[in-house]
């Protein structure tokens, strides 16, 4: 049963990361931070939402900026990719709810 899970998982970020590719506003870096995204999730048993810290997928999609990692996190949630709920707490994550495919 976790297996057919994680195959649906998997294909439903395949089908994200092909939208992606087809909005002229996405860069290297949003894929990147989708990518280190998809990581934690997938760490995190695919658990809606899930906590993640900068530290970490500035490290998984080898952004070096906070200030480029800030941006790119702000715009993956305004262009509905991602939910994300800052904590501004130096030692509690962020939540972030990954989105259900629609097509």
């Keep these: 049963m976790i297996l057919a899970s994680s195959h649906q998982e998997a294909a439903d970020y395949s ?46 999609s080898r952004i070096a900026s906070v200030a480029t990692y800030h941006k790119c996190i702000r715009e993956l949630d305004e262009f509905g990719y991602i939910r994300y709920q800052p904590s501004y707490h130096p030692t509690k994550g962020s939540l972030v709810y990954w989105p259900e495919w629609s097509g």
């Design 15 to 60: 089908r994200w990361v092909r939208r992606m590719s087809a909005d002229s506003r996405m860069l290297a870096t949003h894929v990147s931070l989708f990518a280190g995204l998809f990581v934690c999730w997938q760490r995190s048993g695919f658990e809606n939402p899930f906590s993640v810290n900068r530290k970490t997928l500035m490290a998984y």
